[in-house]
């Protein structure tokens, strides 16, 4: 309940920010007007000998955060994906956020097993092993299947986790509400949608059928990809609270020294994680979205191994073929087409000058192709311009938000495999593909049999509505000309919709 009973976890949070250090970075980094940062410091003074110390090691913000529990180091985490948020100095910090925390006993995880899987342990795993890692929400264990002898991954949430970030969601959201009320300057941070967003997450994350799903969903999109694969999900010793899958047997991405040891090429795998990275985005629209070296395995036969899709990206068809060929007009240093394809698709207001426009972007592209190959970063470019288009008015996308992270994150494994990797290069036949397969003469003739199709399933009801249309217009002279046209609109629907299965039926006959 967001009421005031979460004060007292409020001034332990302000209390441990301020003890240290993290307070002044937060604000700093939020650009927090006087009043809240008068109303922070107010809350946090006073009562800092209440705060937690935290690791004097780590950087203020992720001292804080880790202290303060579960739920505030994944806030951070999440907001390390939100540099329009938070800001690009405090994003970075926040990556490095990890989550590794003490097991919980192995008695109690098998015990949520059975509750979980109606099951005894023993009969349903012939070995369980002790916690091999352990995170914020859930930890797993190995385990051998009894009837099988398949090795697999058992992932278990902490018991009363969900009660617990409630608990501090419904602070977060109480923190967001007073921060409306007292600073009224600080609105446009938009507090409430910020936590709202971290309580969708997090809500995907404490129900392990989504991840499941997302797992599954996945798979199913990247089933043909050559030297990709994902362990298995066994969907009959799965539930909300237990997740179980195939056990991935590999080498850590981030070991180069085990990698070099295996006989595995460094430079091939940096292109392919890559070049899977920009395919899934492109050409699905669904990404994994948290692509780190601690969730990739490279196997004895040289596969890339994925695991862990508690967040994954989505971005719907149109959004990917606008950010193809935005991408494809700074390979070519375009920048009149890119600024064209920003008003298109009403990215920026239409009142913009499109030549100021072209001009910021050539700001934005010109320096990194100055760059050396070891330095070009398309995430960067991503970064700045979502600086350019924010000062022509472009309001905030979240999904490329989550996407320019992503990238990031993969340029930094890419380059830590390889540190010579030219990311142009790499994304150059990946980019231009899409684009011939979405966006050419081949593309438009999908689109059209795809629209019809859409028509055709409103066929029988075609009829009728433009006669209503008519008749409206016949009995409503006074608003003759608004009927008119959404008569005439009708009509070129049934007409389009008439023509398209004409165009069908005659491809059919001529087949």
């Known amino acids: 309940m967001r009421g005031p009973h979460n004060i007292w976890r409020l001034i ?5 920010m301020e003890r240290t250090g993290a307070m002044g970075v937060v604000l700093d980094a939020f650009e927090a007007p006087r009043s809240l940062r008068i109303l922070a410091h107010t809350l946090g003074k006073p009562f800092q000998w209440l705060g937690y110390k935290g690791n004097p090691a780590m950087p203020p913000a992720t001292r804080a955060l880790t202290a303060l529990g579960p739920a505030y180091i994944k806030f951070g985490q999440v907001l390390s994906t939100r540099p329009d948020v938070v800001g690009g100095d405090l994003a970075k910090q926040l990556r490095v956020l990890q989550d590794k925390l003490p097991p919980f006993s192995r008695d109690i995880a098998m015990a949520e097993v059975e509750r979980e899987l109606g099951l005894p342990v023993d009969q349903l795993f012939s070995e369980f092993s002790e916690p091999i890692a352990a995170a914020s929400i859930a930890q797993v264990h190995r385990a051998r299947l009894s009837d099988t002898g398949q ?19 419904d602070a977060f959201y109480f923190a967001a509400r007073i921060i409306d009320l007292f600073a009224p300057g600080a609105r446009r941070l938009k507090p409430m949608d910020v936590i709202t967003h971290f309580d969708g997450v997090v809500q995907g994350e404490l129900d392990l059928r989504l991840e499941s799903a997302a797992a599954s969903e996945f798979a199913a999109n990247t089933g043909d990809d050559k030297g990709f694969r994902l362990p298995p999900i066994l969907w009959n010793l799965s539930a909300r609270r237990v997740m179980t899958l195939g056990w991935a047997d590999g080498t850590a991405l981030g070991d180069n020294e085990a990698l070099d040891a295996a006989g595995h090429d460094r430079r091939a795998l ?3 994680v890559l070049t899977l990275f920009l395919s899934h985005a492109l050409r699905d629209g669904y990404f994994h979205a948290d692509m780190h070296q601690g969730n990739l395995k490279v196997a004895a036969n040289g596969d890339l191994i994925a695991y862990d899709f508690g967040i ?8 990917r073929r606008v950010y193809a060929e935005i991408l494809f007009g700074f390979i070519k240093r375009d920048y009149r087409r890119v600024a064209e394809v920003h008003f298109e698709a009403g990215y920026v207001p239409a009142d913009r000058d499109i030549d100021e426009f072209a001009r910021a972007l050539r700001v934005v592209g010109e320096p990194i192709f100055g760059m050396d190959a070891s330095q070009i970063s398309m995430g960067r470019l991503l970064a700045y311009l979502f600086e350019v288009t924010e000062r022509f008015g472009m309001e905030t996308r979240t999904e490329l938000i989550l996407l320019q992270r992503t990238m990031v994150v993969v340029e930094g494994v890419a380059r830590s495999l390889d540190p010579h990797i030219n990311i142009w290069e790499v994304a150059h036949p990946v980019v231009e593909d899409y684009i011939a397969q979405s966006i050419g003469p081949k593309a438009v003739l999908t689109d059209f049999v795809q629209a019809v199709q859409v028509m055709s399933r409103f066929g029988p009801r075609l009829p009728g509505l433009i006669e ?10 006074k608003r003759n000309g608004r009927f008119g046209r959404r008569a005439v609109a009708l009509a070129a629907v049934g007409g389009l919709a008439a023509g398209g299965a004409a165009a ?4 059919i006959l001529l087949g």
């Open 12 to 16: 332990r949070t302000g209390a441990t």
């Open 151 to 169: 090795d697999v991954a058992v992932k278990v949430l902490r018991p009363g986790i969900e009660r617990a970030f409630r608990r501090d969601i």
């Open 270 to 272: 940096a292109q392919r």
């Open 312 to 319: 994954m990206g989505h971005i719907d068809e149109y959004t």
């Open 468 to 477: 209503q249309a008519l008749i409206a217009q016949t009995q409503r002279p």
């Open 504 to 507: 069908m039926a005659a491809l």
